[in-house]
């Protein structure tokens, strides 16, 4: 009879990691369920166009210190949960999350800065970060894909050492 195997029996190595993955699961988890509170953070600030307090004085070009921070905020939590999932993921393709990332961050930029033109411009900035990373992401799947469907890892390498004009990279992708 085949003796099962089960939590109790596994080595104080596997017990390590496995509590250290509980402990990063739970602050990653915490860091999610916080995002509410964050989020309405933005409703304890004052509704006027500058903010005195017996620190400092600011002002902005927002209607009030709300509005921006109503802005900011609807930036930034997406920013932030992005981020979270960015460096959180174990899949091949979490490289792709880099462009809403980028995007968000580009709208941060424009509401601390104040910018008139609000969500307009960040795609001008962000075409040439899609330009190098969609086709990467894309390289990497068609190469997985090719390793996945019968290629070794000897032609796999021989493939990546070849010299290639940038027209035939492109045609290998849709090979």
């Known amino acids: 009879m085949d003796k099962h195997h ?6 104080s190595s596997h017990y390590k990691t496995d509590r250290k993955a509980l402990v ?11 995002t509410p509170f964050l989020f309405y953070s933005y409703k304890s600030l ?8 017996s620190l400092f004085t600011m002002k902005t070009s927002f209607p009030d210190w709300l509005s921006f921070a109503w802005y900011f905020n ?4 997406p920013l932030y949960l992005l981020l979270l999932w960015f460096f959180t993921c174990r899949h091949w393709w979490h490289w ?5 990332i980028a ?31 969609v086709p990467a992401v894309y390289l990497v799947r068609a190469k997985l894909f090719n390793k996945v469907t019968g290629n070794d ?3 796999f390498e021989k493939d990546l050492m070849e010299k290639k004009s940038t ?3 492109i045609k290998d992708l849709f090979r």
Do not use: R
């Open 103 to 133: 995007m968000y961050a580009f709208q941060i930029w424009g509401v601390i800065n104040e910018s008139n033109n609000l969500d307009e411009l960040e795609l001008y900035y962000l075409v040439p970060l899609m330009l190098i990373i």
């Open 167 to 169: 027209l035939q990279q």
């Open 46 to 53: 004052p509704t006027t166009e500058v903010w005195e307090t």
């Open 6 to 11: 089960n939590k109790s029996t596994k080595p």
């Open 153 to 155: 890892l000897k032609s």
């Open 96 to 100: 792709i999350i880099l462009v809403p």
């Open 74 to 77: 609807n930036k930034a939590i």
């Open 24 to 34: 990063v699961g739970g602050i990653v988890v915490l860091l999610i369920a916080i």
